[in-house]
């Protein structure tokens, strides 16, 4: 469909009228009924919740809503219909569903961890298949947003995992917090559920089908497909840390959250799932209130690993200039080697880090022992210091009359472990390394007036590089920025990628400033 996302955006911006701060709840909300997902909104009463449902379905054709407050002592009737007499009559036990929920599109079902079970199981099978069980037959229900709410989550041992894990997107309502919205809702007393669209603007049923249908051929990107796995990965570390609260997310969840975000990418007429997506991912990952901000913070580290700014320019620029300060660190001054190492009882050491067994069981850590920068370039074994800076026999190396160290690991920890003291005469290789350095300034050169006039040539071509790299990140970033944003993200949320990108500039113009001292350097060298 060509041009759908200005359909969608257009929809979105009646559906949220007078609904402050409620402007992503009703794009994620639509989002999620488009994709025929169901939702749950967690808040306290009086939250506009049954208000953004209605408004919801206000959104497509010719649609049947059914909205109803659960309690304990509802029954499947109140849900499903009652019982018809007349086929009772003939040993027949049927609902008449026409106005009830196996008869409706839409469906909002307030509080609705207080139903019984034999209602809660039924909506199980709908969700599941799209079919309701009425007496012999098997009807098919023409459900496509179910929104379901509650000021809490489920019980614990109520047996209603199942049932909430098919709850794809769920999305916290909080009270309003921003003074100016609060005074229009009380000067605005009379808004309605009731929205007035366009039946040109408003989404037919073969409309709904066809998206969901195309939304499907959607690729995921390898870049989110990168940020999945971080957050599927961080999502394991943080369960082992709190097993109390461990964060559930089940195969089948991780499969419908990709639908979502094809359904997203497609809305907003791209060709593949983006990285500007995978902000919708947090909503539909948390199961406890407690874990909404881990959540939040898990899917950020993710998005921030993989969004990868750098370009081809502003790495060959990097490695353009990085020659020119080594030439002229080598042409305007005597250098000398200059360690990197640890003072030790005021002796030099190289500390390096080693990968090994640590016990009999095969249990790997890491160690670090500390290398006497003495026998660098010196011939024969040694022993260098273990971590308690004392010298171990665990462990020789070998400079051999270079700057290369070779080390070994005596035979029988490798075998025992670290944690072993038991030695033997033999050892066996285990790693090598090199002594790093870099080059100290000892003195200045005098330089001639033709090399440092060829040198102020290079650097001002390199300074006027990096300024034209700059315009042109800005400017693809800016150009791109209303490709990129997507409908149901919030500007917030996709300000943390205008900050990066800020950040990312501000690292650039950082590298530009040490061009410029270098510039300054050569420009103030003595010449002869």
């Given amino acids: 469909m060509k041009n759908i996302k200005l359909k969608i955006e257009k929809i979105i911006s009646l559906l949220s009228d007078g609904l402050y701060e409620r402007e992503e709840i009703v794009a994620l909300t639509f989002l999620s009924a488009i994709a025929g997902k169901p939702v749950f909104l967690y808040g306290p009463p009086g939250t506009a919740k049954s208000f953004i449902a209605k408004r919801i379905s206000s959104a497509f054709k010719e649609s049947k809503y059914f909205g109803y407050l659960m309690q304990r002592f509802s029954t499947p009737e109140d849900i499903f219909g009652p019982i018809s007499l007349e086929e009772l009559k003939n040993d027949r036990y049927i609902r008449k569903i026409e106005g009830y929920l196996p008869d409706c599109d839409f469906a909002f079902l307030d509080e609705i961890w207080k139903s019984t079970p034999a209602i809660l199981n039924t909506l199980l099978t709908i969700i599941n298949e799209r079919v309701f069980k009425n007496g012999y037959k098997e009807i098919k229900v023409p459900l496509k947003a179910l929104i ?96 109390d609260i461990a964060i559930y997310v089940s195969d089948r969840r ?90 030790i009882d005021d002796k030099e050491y190289i500390a390096k880090t080693l990968n090994i067994n640590m016990d009999e069981y095969g249990n790997i850590g890491d160690t670090i022992i500390y290398i006497p920068l003495k026998q660098l370039g010196k011939k024969g074994y040694f022993y260098p210091l273990d971590i ?67 040198y102020t040539k290079l650097i001002n071509s390199l300074i006027s590089s990096i300024d034209n790299i700059i315009i042109d990140l800005k400017d693809n970033f800016f150009k791109n920025e209303k490709k990129s944003k997507s409908i149901f993200i919030s500007e917030e949320k996709f300000n943390f990628f205008t900050d990066m990108f800020n950040s990312y500039i501000d690292n650039i113009e950082s590298e530009k400033l040490d061009a410029e001292k270098l510039k300054s350097e050569i420009e103030n060298h003595d010449t002869v």
């Avoid at 229009?184 to 559920?193: G, V």
């Avoid at 005469?425 to 005098?446: H, Q, R, T, W």
């Fill in 148 to 243: 379901s709410a509650s000021n809490e989550t489920p019980p614990e041992g109520q047996g209603l995992e199942a049932l909430y894990d098919r709850f794809i997107m769920r999305l916290m309502v909080s009270p309003m917090k921003n003074k100016d919205n609060f005074e229009k809702i009380l000067q605005n007393t009379e808004a309605n559920s009731y929205i007035e669209i366009d039946d040109d603007l408003k989404i037919s049923t073969d409309e709904w089908i066809k998206m969901r249908d195309e939304a499907n051929n959607i690729k995921l990107s390898k870049t989110v497909i990168d940020v999945i796995h971080n957050i599927k990965l961080s999502i394991e570390k943080f369960n082992e840390d709190n097993r």
């Fill in 254 to 343: 991780w499969q419908h959250i990709s639908y979502l975000l094809k359904m997203s990418s497609y809305l907003n007429d791209k060709n593949e799932v983006d990285i500007y997506e995978t902000f919708l991912i947090d909503n539909c990952l948390w199961s406890l209130e407690e874990h909404i901000e881990t959540v939040k913070k898990i899917v950020e580290n993710a998005v921030r690993l993989s969004y990868d700014l750098n370009n081809e320019n502003i790495n060959e620029w990097r490695e353009s200039f990085k020659d020119l300060q080594e030439k002229v660190d080598n042409e305007f001054y005597n250098l000398e080697k200059k360690y990197d190492t640890e003072n």
């Fill in 388 to 454: 308690g800076r004392n010298q171990t026999k665990k462990f020789r190396c070998n400079f051999n009359g270079t700057d290369k160290y070779t080390i070994e690991i005596n035979s029988a920890i490798s075998v025992n472990g670290f944690v072993s003291n038991r030695l033997s005469k033999n050892y066996e290789y285990l790693a090598d390394g090199e002594a790093e350095y870099y080059m100290n300034k000892v003195s200045a050169k005098k330089i001639t007036k033709y090399q440092k006039e060829e």
